[in-house]
């Protein structure tokens, strides 16, 4: 499921700085807290992707190998 959002830019009289918001659910769901540190990536042209520096532990219950 995608969410759509709008890129933004803000000019100022000697700069410029563009905006792409993460919606609340998304940024609950990853369980993001304020000020976190991410990185992004340049895959392409058409897709950029969001890396975690230090990301929480998995919810997920490991099952162990047989």
């Known amino acids: ?17 563009w905006y792409v918001f993460l919606p609340s659910a998304v940024a609950q769901a990853m369980q993001f807290v304020p000020s976190e540190v991410v990185e992004w990536i340049i895959e392409d042209k058409s897709q950029l ?7 929480p ?6 099952r162990p190998r047989r």
């Open 1 to 17: 499921m995608g969410y759509p959002t709008k890129v933004q830019r803000i000019k100022r009289q000697n700069s410029e700085q």
């Open 49 to 55: 992707t969001l890396k975690r520096t230090m990301p």
């Open 57 to 62: 532990p998995s919810v997920k219950k490991k």
